[in-house]
Every structure is written in C-alpha cells, then in structure tokens.
C-alpha cells in the first residue's frame, strides 16, 4: 500500500479508433470515485484520438498526452507530422518522448533534446523515456547508457520541474519481464542521484500489468508507471491503480 501521489500514464501506442471512447467510461467514473485520492491518470492516446479524448474527459480529472511530436517548434513543411504547439492546441498537457521503439528507429539523443525543449516552451510536461537493452545490461552498462541518456537528452534544460523520467529497460517492454526489485530500487536510486536538489519524478515502464503490480509498488522510490498494453483495458487500467493503493 502507498500514500504517495503517484502517476499512471496508459500509453495506447498505435492501437485505437472513435469507436475506443466508449469503453472510457469506467475510467472515468473511477477516476472520480474515492478510490483514487492521490493519483494522476494520463491518456496518450494517438495523435488521432487526442481531440476526441480531450472532449471526453472534460468533466473529470484524467489528462491528456502525445506519444510523441516533431522537433521544430514552428509550422513548416514537415509532411505526416505534428509539433508540440499543434499538440498543445488540441488539448494534450503531456507528450512521451524518447520512447525506446523511437530510439529504434533512428532518433537520437540530440533530437529529443531539441522536441524537449520545444515541448516546455508549448507548455507541455514531458515524459522522458530511458533505458537499456538487454545486451547493454548484460555487458555491465546500464547506468553507462542512462547517463549519457540523460546528460545528453536533458542538455542545456535548467528546469526540471516539468519533466517526468520514465525508466523503461527495453529488454523488459512487452516480453512480460521486469527487473528484480532491488535492481529497480537500485537503478531508480541512481537516476535520482543524478539530479543536484530535487529529482523529477521517475517512473517505471516495461510490462507493468495487475499481476506484477503488488511487487512493483513496494518499491518506495517510484512516482508512478508508464503502462502499455494493459492501459488498454479499463478493467486491467483500473485494477492497476487499485492495487497500487490497497
């Protein structure tokens, strides 16, 4: 059981249509119930639902993200992209970035650093993703990796404030594994170490779901979770949260 105000972002990936809203409606009556005191729920739907969830949720205290956006902060020839303005006037207040299946595909460290600048100057709060492979963790190097992840990602931005740090080893994201809990405790310990005065808030992705949420949340240092496919269930979502507080 925790008491802390913790964060439960449902990241939907490329999953949904119109047609997903109606089964928001437990959601939503859950997020207004005593049941969840001190918790934020955060959408990210994708960018085609993020209008509509915005309209949906207007009269509850669920929030909305991107899951991820361009890195130029003016309107341009960038053909099929949006940028953290556009994201802005639809109604998102969160935007994911430096998602491992992004890094996957070509974007760098210096490239999430420009979209996280330009993110906070829309006024958006971003939600960082670190993390390492299963090959760099068994050669020793994940706090190697980590470091340079956010040396490099979080350059030249004094203020932290509207930055939350999701740990997500890549080796653990849909293969239903996820580190030992000292290991986490340890790796959670060390990101927030890297911050002189207050840490951002960190939380924890990869496989999060309502089996392996009792072990998850007795680690102390956590603020909250980055949940994938399972947020695409109300059922399991809620369940997630429930557990996190019983």
Same mark, same amino acid.
């Given at each position: 059981?925790?008491?802390?105000?913790?964060?439960?972002?449902?990241?939907?990936?490329?999953?949904?249509?119109?047609?997903?809203?109606?089964?928001?409606?437990?959601?939503?009556?859950?997020?207004?119930?005593?049941?969840?005191?001190?918790?934020? &729920?955060?959408?990210?739907?994708?960018?085609?639902?993020?209008?509509?969830?915005?309209?949906?949720?207007?009269?509850?205290?669920?929030?909305?993200?991107?899951?991820?956006?361009?890195?130029?902060?003016?309107?341009?020839?960038?053909?099929?992209?949006?940028?953290?303005?556009?994201?802005?006037?639809?109604?998102?207040?969160?935007?994911? &970035?430096?998602?491992?299946?992004?890094?996957?595909?070509?974007?760098?460290?210096?490239?999430?650093?420009?979209?996280?600048?330009?993110?906070?100057?829309?006024?958006?709060?971003?939600?960082?993703?670190? +993390?390492?492979?299963?090959?760099?963790?068994?050669?020793?190097?994940?706090?190697?990796?980590?470091?340079?992840?956010?040396?490099?990602?979080?350059?030249?931005?004094?203020?932290?404030?509207?930055?939350?740090?999701?740990?997500?080893?890549?080796?653990?994201?849909?293969? +239903?594994?996820?580190?030992?809990?000292?290991?986490?405790?340890?790796?959670?310990?060390?990101?927030?170490?890297?911050?002189?005065?207050?840490?951002?808030?960190?939380?924890?992705? +990869?496989?999060?779901?309502?089996?392996?949420?009792?072990?998850?949340?007795?680690?102390?240092? &956590?603020?909250?979770? &980055?949940?994938?496919?399972?947020?695409?269930?109300?059922?399991?979502?809620?369940?997630?949260?429930?557990?996190?507080?019983?």
């Amino acid at each position: 059981m925790t008491n802390k105000y913790m964060y439960f972002v449902a990241n939907w990936k490329m999953f949904g249509n119109l047609k997903s809203i109606n089964t928001l409606d437990k959601v939503i009556k859950f997020s207004k119930s005593k049941e969840i005191k001190k918790g934020r &729920l955060i959408y990210c739907p994708p960018f085609t639902l993020i209008a509509a969830f915005f309209k949906k949720f207007q009269n509850c205290l669920i929030d909305i993200g991107a899951q991820n956006c361009h890195e130029s902060e003016d309107y341009g020839p960038h053909t099929g992209f949006i940028n953290s303005r556009m994201l802005k006037s639809v109604g998102a207040n969160y935007v994911i &970035l430096g998602h491992s299946e992004n890094r996957k595909k070509g974007e760098t460290d210096k490239l999430i650093n420009l979209k996280i600048k330009n993110s906070i100057k829309a006024k958006l709060k971003v939600i960082f993703c670190i +993390g390492e492979t299963l090959t760099e963790k068994k050669r020793g190097k994940t706090r190697l990796i980590l470091s340079r992840q956010i040396r490099l990602g979080l350059n030249k931005i004094k203020k932290k404030s509207n930055i939350l740090i999701a740990y997500e080893p890549v080796w653990s994201i849909g293969t +239903g594994n996820i580190p030992k809990p000292k290991e986490l405790e340890q790796t959670v310990n060390f990101i927030k170490k890297k911050f002189k005065g207050k840490s951002p808030k960190i939380l924890y992705g +990869g496989s999060v779901n309502p089996q392996n949420i009792s072990d998850l949340k007795k680690i102390n240092n &956590l603020d909250g979770f &980055l949940i994938g496919g399972a947020s695409q269930s109300p059922k399991k979502f809620i369940d997630i949260v429930k557990k996190t507080y019983n």
